[in-house]
């Protein structure tokens, strides 16, 4: 049940997240390094490699992926969207800390 309850949680977040956008957004790469891919999967081929904070445009989703175009306006690809976030700053926990810490590039 209480799987149920989390799991039900976690998606509707992904769908808030995902009705929130339009395109054009501007979103910002959260973690160290990701893989820009030519389709929405794992295994397609990777397009190129973004770094934190790096500046992406939104243009639409599909299967948790993100397909987004670089500020460069010429490389388009598709990005996991837990590698990317609407703002440039990540909050990070140390372990045995209460207070989390905010990052930004």
Do not use: C, K
């Amino acid at each position: 049940m209480r799987r149920t309850v989390i799991a039900g949680a976690l998606l509707l977040l992904v769908a808030l997240l995902v009705v929130a956008l339009d395109a054009g957004d501007i979103l910002f790469v959260q973690v160290r390094d990701a893989e820009l891919r030519s389709s929405p999967g794992f295994l397609s081929t990777i397009v190129s490699t973004l770094e934190f904070g790096d500046e992406v445009s939104y243009e639409e989703s599909r299967s948790g992926f993100i397909q987004v175009t670089l500020v460069d306006g010429q490389t388009t690809g598709w990005i996991h969207e837990n590698a990317i976030a609407e703002n440039r700053t990540t909050d990070l926990q140390l372990q045995g800390e209460s207070a989390t810490r905010t990052i930004t590039s």
